[in-house]
């Protein structure tokens, strides 16, 4: 079996203990490897450097199998350094250039810290995401954070809320939906995906006496999508999109902006939520959350969120080979 890829991310940060934990709980069915400089890893971690993937299926259920680079030095937990940041960088580089030449089935991305690499190496984009579409040649991409109870898109991200409905166009919206409905038909096996789509105002604008958002463009881009043949609800109060009745509706719920979308997935499951890109030619995966400085090192960071990234990885990898 082709392994599934993890880029180490910030060595300073969390990442690489716990794609240690997270190999721990997923190496008896999964094969992994790890991309950066060993000496990174959790002091007595058993790991075996190899030369090529195809060599991880046959060490990943005894040592984490690592495609080792030499960043120049080690890491110091919590204090980030610059001269580590182009290794940070080649090692996102590595993972995608493995998915897209077959060589791994998907790639799960620990947390980076984008001050370092902007102080180590002119990382010239906002994140991982634009990083990663840059790489694969894509036009747009589209964020999606899913866990068990819930998938939710935000359509705009991380803007100011102020800048939210100017930069919420029937483009962006049209895009966003298109991506979305593709990607759970290709990556989750959902053959007729059913989506509610949130209004930006509350309770939707009221028929228009709280904004005229939903009926100048969101409606609009709703019943253009519906003459496609797209099963699509909208647009809904988002006060009451969440709760468990609502959520047994929907595969996927289309947010406005970002709180729109992350307050309820964390709320339901904070330590579980995965962060997918939508729109790539490959599959990428991460878990939901940052670099983690002030408990980096301290041996008690939370994998849940790696090890969910990592299996829905193999899960989207299945419904694309199926």
Not at 105 to 129: E, N, V
Not at 265 to 288: A, E, M, Y
């Amino acid at each position: 079996m082709k392994p599934i890829a993890i880029s180490c991310g910030e060595p300073a940060g969390i990442g690489p203990e716990i794609a240690v934990v997270a190999w721990h709980a997923v190496k008896a069915d999964l094969p992994l490897v790890w991309i950066g400089d060993p000496r990174h890893l959790p002091a007595g971690t058993p790991f075996d450097v190899i030369s090529d993937p195809s060599q991880a299926a046959a060490v990943s259920a005894q040592a984490l199998p690592v495609l080792a680079r030499d960043f120049g030095g080690r890491a110091h937990p919590g204090t980030p350094h610059a001269a580590h940041a182009q290794g940070v960088i080649a090692a996102i580089a590595t993972g995608v250039d493995l998915v897209q030449s077959g060589r791994a089935r998907a790639l799960c991305t620990a947390p980076i810290h984008k001050a370092a690499l902007i102080d180590g190496a002119d990382f010239a984009y906002p994140g991982h995401t634009e990083y990663l579409a840059a790489l694969c040649g894509a036009d747009r991409v589209v964020m999606m954070l899913a866990c068990d109870a819930l998938r939710v898109v935000p359509t705009t991200i991380h803007i100011p809320l102020a800048d939210v409905p100017r930069a919420l166009t029937a483009s962006l919206l049209t895009d966003t939906i298109l991506i979305t409905h593709a990607a759970l038909r290709r990556d989750f096996g959902i053959a007729t995906p059913r989506i509610a789509v949130a209004g930006l105002n509350p309770h939707a604008g009221e028929d228009g006496k709280m904004g005229l958002e939903e009926i100048e463009m969101i409606t609009p881009v709703l019943n253009a999508l519906r003459i496609q043949g797209m099963d699509i609800r909208g647009p809904l109060s988002a006060d009451t999109m969440f709760h468990a009745g609502a959520r047994a509706t929907y595969d996927v719920a289309v947010c406005m902006y970002h709180d729109q979308a992350l307050i309820p997935i964390k709320t339901l499951d904070f330590s579980g939520g995965v962060n997918v890109t939508l729109g790539l030619p490959i599959i990428r995966t991460s878990p939901d959350h940052g670099t983690a400085f002030d408990i980096a090192g301290k041996g008690i960071a939370d994998a849940t969120s790696m090890i969910a990234a990592l299996r829905m990885a193999a899960q989207m990898a299945d419904a694309r080979d199926g």
